[in-house]
């Protein structure tokens, strides 16, 4: 980090009980301890409240006026504190984050798919920002005045999303945020199906168990109309994603309780289809943004698109002259538009499983996501089984839903089930990838 190590101090805030991390972590610490940079391991003896209370327990032994908060798997530029922190001189600033790119954006399709939606939701939090509306911090990259940290109560440990919590009690208060899309750090997204379930499952329960903890504040904060629906859209868009799956479980009685033939469906039917592509496209011009800002930090990676979930030769990293990613034809990018598109509806059944679990109280159970490696099966707990076994009856159920929209004739409907069948068969492939990989081990 280029900062005068006089006013810099590095926690590595080591919550692992693997003797082999903690034998690394202890390595790297002393490593750069003996070079002259001011580091410590602190560790716990109890890892009560995961992440949250790791953070609390951090901030108690830290020294400094400003946090700045980084995930294991992150690295950020030189200069980032340099070009972070005198936004602080405005003493309302409560917290600033940053953009976050990823190196293994182009490692399969399921990273491109995740580096595209994350290029969309920056892309949003930086419209957002400019429009002095409310977002969802990420918890990672950014950076907290103490004395915000201190005022809020810290960190809360009862929800797994304890960075929204705290960025929404803020925004909610007297405090002000600053977004920095310029500034980018790189990271990781999860490479496997099994990684990607558990992590969408548990955003849900955090994100829905947030919004629903802070929207009475947010109705009694003074908001301009736009404002407000801003916020209410922030705050409520994992529930909307959800609810996209209640209406994949209608489409098969549906072909019995609705006249397809009547005018409302004549119209409203093509009017949907449309809305549907602008937003897919709208998807991919905002997530094409975003990706631009980290395209300097990563511009050595090159697409392969030959594969779909095969991470053993979906991936390609080029060096040399050849520093530009590849663009697709017209028709490829529309295709990948519409895999894009078919991706969301298995997501939406993580996130209804998610949400259903909040609505009944389990808002703990913090599992982290692995990332840059394989998943050990025999760690993953027991409610990634049911979201597998509700992918495989999905998959079965959108089949029937489609022969019986074919047979009596409502084709309003197979555009929507041959796109779970695509969408839930791509997420069960990647299963069976995964299987065959830990076989081969």
């Not at 399969?108 to 939090?125: C, I, K, Y």
């Not at 950076?143 to 109560?153: A, D, I, N």
């Not at 810290?154 to 304890?162: D, F, K, R």
């Not at 004739?409 to 089930?417: C, E, F, H, K, S």
Request: hydrophobic residues 45%; charged residues 20%; contains cysteine.
């Amino acid at each position: 980090m280029d900062y005068p190590r006089q006013f810099l101090e590095i926690l590595v805030l080591d919550d692992s009980r693997d003797p082999d991390c903690i034998r690394m972590a202890q390595e790297r610490v002393a490593h750069y301890a003996g070079l002259g940079v001011p580091i410590r391991q602190v560790r716990r003896v109890s890892q009560r409240g995961y992440k949250a209370g790791n953070l609390a327990y951090g901030m108690r032994q830290a020294q400094g006026e400003f946090f700045v908060i980084f995930d294991a798997d992150f690295v950020p530029p030189a200069d980032f504190l340099l070009r972070t922190l005198p936004s602080f001189q405005d003493p309302s600033l409560g917290f600033l984050q940053t953009g976050i790119g990823f190196e293994n954006r182009n490692y399969s399709f399921l990273t491109r798919f995740q580096a595209m939606e994350m290029g969309h939701q920056q892309f949003v939090t930086e419209g957002l920002y400019k429009e002095g509306a409310m977002v969802s911090l990420s918890g990672s990259s950014c950076v907290w005045r103490r004395t915000c940290v201190e005022s809020l109560g810290g960190w809360n440990s009862s929800t797994v999303t304890e960075d929204v919590d705290l960025g929404y009690r803020a925004q909610l208060g007297e405090w002000r945020y600053a977004y920095l899309p310029d500034v980018v750090s790189m990271s990781r997204l999860p490479d496997t199906v099994s990684a990607f379930r558990m992590q969408r499952e548990r955003w849900e329960r955090g994100l829905i168990h947030s919004a629903f903890k802070h929207s009475g504040e947010m109705w009694r904060q003074p908001m301009s109309f736009k404002k407000r629906l801003h916020a209410i859209a922030m705050m409520f868009s994992s529930l909307l994603l959800a609810a996209i799956f209640i209406l994949v479980l209608l489409s098969l009685p549906l072909n019995y309780l609705v006249d397809f033939e009547g005018p409302v469906f004549r119209w409203g039917a093509p009017i949907f289809f449309v809305l549907v592509t602008i937003w897919a496209l709208n998807n991919a011009f905002g997530a094409r943004y975003g990706s631009q800002k980290t395209s300097e930090s990563d511009s050595d990676l090159i697409v392969s698109d030959s594969a779909v979930f095969d991470s053993e030769t979906s991936g390609s990293v080029v060096s040399g002259d050849e520093d530009h990613q590849k663009e697709p034809g017209l028709f490829l990018s529309l295709w990948y538009t519409y895999l894009y598109v078919a991706m969301f509806l298995p997501m939406a059944w993580y996130y209804f499983a998610g949400g259903v679990r909040a609505m009944f109280g389990v808002h703990g159970g913090f599992h982290p996501t692995p990332k840059g490696e394989q998943v050990e099966r025999s760690d993953l707990p027991r409610i990634h089984r049911v979201l597998v076994i509700g992918e495989v009856l999905t998959f079965l159920y959108s089949c029937l839903a489609l022969w019986v929209a074919y047979l009596e004739a409502n084709y309003v409907l197979i555009p929507l089930n041959v796109t779970v069948c695509v969408g839930f068969g791509m997420v069960l492939y990647g299963s069976w990838q995964e299987r065959l990989q830990h076989a081969r081990r």
